[in-house]
């Protein structure tokens, strides 16, 4: 008998195919069978009426599993385990931060904060926690069915989600349920904006909340729903938008929001916070598309694989000083780009199992020639540049760095992950 060994993507959460090779001597009759034994994701169907009737806990520290967005609020980073939860650290000392606590929310991805005020999703509602008090944090608000893509049956309120299983296969790939699903992508919006009484926190460039105006934006793969958090413990539906297919992030800037999909980038105006209003939309191939901008350019990256099979793996450069007609200015050849940040003329982004990378980019026509670092070991998914920090999330774990010389990464800690996974 033999058995092989290999390792794939899985969606929707990454998951890790497992195959044992070992080669015996056939038999007389010269006989070879394979067998596969692999971890995957199964589908379960459960009732949202059942998910709700389950306390949401707020558990001791625990190691991380599967890390997925990241979140910064004042001294404190905020991890997101997909489809389980938020781990809360004490990040006061980026050099030694500190596993505080657990909040156990099923179907959890996204997470923003307002004044204190935690908006995270649970499959098809919003929910609300105070978390003035980091130990003693409080479910205040649930917002039903506004997530209403999640459902599988709209009439009965059934949601799909998915279960760690172990299985053995005579066939070398299943397909249908329980097969390894392909592409799924971590993500996170660079958000850090103070005004009208609000204090929001800082997410990363792969993000699907964001907050702008007293307002939370959320999009999904088709849709923008909209969000008056003005009275932040008791954030009002307003509105959604629908945005076409495909859509993946959202960054705000300057009254604007910048929405990243398969196909291009989407502009709205949202000067008028409840009702924002399409500007433009940049068109590109089939790709994954997270995006960050600043006054006059937004720094696109465009990746190939198994979710954007027609894709390329570049960084472009786009004239946003007119708004109503982005253009493109200069294309970068990249190794497989995900998710970036800006700060100043510095951009950082991350190449995926290839590594991280800097760059100067005041001289937008030559990126090329002003790269300053490429760390090849920090396999990296996304980034925030924090006020304290610089931290980064790959499979392996977060680590955070020291960027006070934006040329030469210090780093400070990493924090490692118990189910490592290939990117």
Same mark, same amino acid.
């Given at each position: 008998m033999k058995?092989?060994l290999? !390792?794939?993507?899985s969606? =929707?959460?990454?998951?890790v195919?497992?195959?044992m090779m ?22 379960? *169907?459960l009732?949202m009426s059942t ?9 001791p520290?625990? +190691? ?5 967005k990241i979140?910064i609020?004042g001294?404190y980073?905020?991890? $997101?385990e997909?489809q389980k939860g938020? #781990?809360i ?6 050099s ?5 606590n657990f909040?156990?929310? +099923?179907?959890n991805?996204d997470l923003a904060i307002?004044?204190?005020? /935690?908006?995270?999703d649970?499959?098809?509602?919003? /929910?609300? *926690?105070d ?6 944090i409080?479910?205040? @608000?649930?917002?039903e069915d506004v997530f209403?893509?999640?459902?599988v049956?709209l %009439? @009965? ?5 998915y279960k ?5 296969t005579?066939s070398?790939?299943?397909w249908?349920?329980?097969?390894p ?6 993500s996170?919006a ?6 009208s009484?609000?204090n929001?926190? !800082?997410g990363?460039s792969?993000?699907?909340?964001t907050?702008m105006?007293? #307002? ?12 008056d ?8 539906h ?13 960054f ?6 910048f929405?990243?999909?398969?196909t291009g980038?989407?502009i709205?105006?949202?000067?008028? =916070?409840?009702?924002? !209003?399409k500007?433009?939309?940049?068109q590109?191939?089939t ?9 006059? *350019?937004a720094f696109?990256t465009?990746?190939?694989g198994? $979710? ?14 007119? +708004?109503?007609?982005p253009?493109?200015?200069k294309?970068? %050849?990249?190794?497989n780009?995900?998710?970036?940040s ?11 199992k ?6 100067n980019?005041?001289?937008v026509?030559?990126?090329?020639? $002003? !790269?300053? %670092?490429f760390l @090849?070991?920090m @396999?990296s998914?996304?980034i ?7 931290i ?7 680590c955070q *760095?020291?960027?006070?010389?934006p040329?030469k990464l210090k =780093? ?9 996974v290939i990117v």
């Amino acid at each position: 008998m033999k058995k092989r060994l290999i !390792q794939i993507f899985s969606w =929707p959460v990454f998951a890790v195919l497992t195959i044992m090779m070992f080669l015996t001597l056939p038999s007389c009759h010269d006989e070879v069978s394979s067998s596969y034994t692999y971890r995957t994701k199964i589908p379960l *169907f459960l009732e949202m009426s059942t998910v709700r009737e389950s306390d949401i806990i707020i558990e001791p520290s625990k +190691p991380l599993d599967n890390p997925g967005k990241i979140y910064i609020y004042g001294d404190y980073l905020l991890i $997101n385990e997909p489809q389980k939860g938020i #781990h809360i650290l004490d990040n006061s000392n980026p050099s030694s931060p500190s596993n505080l606590n657990f909040i156990n929310i +099923p179907g959890n991805v996204d997470l923003a904060i307002n004044n204190n005020i /935690l908006y995270a999703d649970s499959y098809v509602d919003l /929910l609300a *926690f105070d978390i003035s008090d980091i130990r003693n944090i409080n479910l205040i @608000k649930r917002i039903e069915d506004v997530f209403e893509h999640m459902f599988v049956d709209l %009439e @009965k309120s059934t949601i799909i989600t998915y279960k760690d299983t172990v299985m053995t296969t005579e066939s070398e790939m299943m397909w249908g349920w329980g097969r390894p699903w392909w592409g799924m992508e971590r993500s996170d919006a660079l958000a850090s904006f103070s005004g009208s009484g609000q204090n929001y926190g !800082q997410g990363g460039s792969m993000a699907r909340f964001t907050l702008m105006s007293g #307002h939370l934006y959320a999009v999904d793969d088709y849709s923008l729903r909209v969000f008056d958090v003005n009275q932040e413990a008791d954030p009002k539906h307003i509105t959604n938008l629908n945005l076409g297919w495909g859509i993946e992030t959202i960054f705000p800037f300057q009254e604007k929001l910048f929405i990243g999909s398969n196909t291009g980038m989407h502009i709205y105006d949202a000067s008028s =916070p409840s009702s924002p !209003q399409k500007m433009a939309v940049y068109q590109h191939i089939t790709a994954c598309d997270p995006v960050v901008v600043n006054e006059e *350019f937004a720094f696109v990256t465009l990746r190939s694989g198994i $979710n954007c099979r027609f894709g390329v793996d570049e960084l472009q450069v786009v004239d946003i000083k007119n +708004p109503y007609a982005p253009k493109l200015v200069k294309a970068y %050849e990249m190794l497989n780009p995900h998710g970036l940040s800006l700060t100043g003329d510095y951009l950082y982004l991350a190449e995926g199992k290839h590594g991280l990378k800097s760059f100067n980019v005041a001289d937008v026509m030559n990126i090329d020639k $002003n !790269q300053l %670092e490429f760390l @090849k070991s920090m @396999k990296s998914v996304d980034i925030i540049a924090g006020p304290k920090s610089l931290i980064v999330i790959g499979p392996e774990g977060v680590c955070q *760095f020291d960027y006070t010389t934006p040329s030469k990464l210090k =780093p400070l800690s990493c924090i490692q992950v118990n189910n490592p996974v290939i990117v």
